[in-house]
């Protein structure tokens, strides 16, 4: 399902586009992931589809690692290489990605993306809506806000505000 409708009946991955997304009850659909980076536009998407019963469903990659000992909500997806390990909270509609680390009693809020090859050291927070740019790093017990940017590379050694936008080793605040 997609909303581009240059996209309507092509095949993407070898997988048909049958539509618009609002068209998902007219096929037999089992479940529902928003296939899209950008947080928000997901958001709003899993919302408005879950709120017409849509079931948002939880995909994880055969070659990801997660711990009996987690706790993910729906509508995950934690692409292959990723490592959620015990105790770690994920949050609905949220994006592990290829070769991302959740360490122990990590907490992530919904539609959040954790970027390839982030590590997030044990007890850190991620805020609703946060990305967390590719090869970022997160040192233990830190905290970032709700709908938060943190640079790819960036090294976060301290907490960070909602709405912040940070980058750099260590990471400092540009917005």
């Not at 490592?83 to 070769?99: E, L, M, P």
């Not at 905290?143 to 790819?152: D, L």
């Amino acid at each position: 399902m997609d909303d581009n409708p240059s996209l309507s009946g092509r095949s993407i991955m070898g997988l048909p586009v049958l539509g618009p997304i609002s068209a998902w009850r007219d096929h037999n659909i089992d479940g529902l992931i928003p296939a899209i980076g950008a947080n928000r536009a997901r958001r709003d998407i899993m919302q408005r589809e879950t709120s017409r019963n849509a079931k948002a469903i939880t995909i994880v990659h055969p070659r990801a690692t997660v711990s009996t000992w987690a706790e993910l909500k729906a509508g995950i997806v934690a692409f292959a290489g990723a490592i959620v390990n015990a105790y770690a909270k994920i949050g609905q509609n949220v994006i592990i990605n290829t070769g991302a680390i959740v360490e122990h009693d990590c907490e992530i809020g919904d539609h959040a993306h954790v970027a390839p090859g982030c590590y997030l050291g044990g007890e850190v927070k991620i805020g609703e809506g946060s990305l967390l740019g590719l090869g970022s790093r997160v040192l233990p017990g830190v905290s970032i806000g709700n709908w938060c940017v943190i640079g790819a590379g960036a090294v976060v050694t301290e907490d960070v505000a909602d709405h912040a936008t940070v980058v750099g080793v260590p990471a400092r605040r540009v917005r």
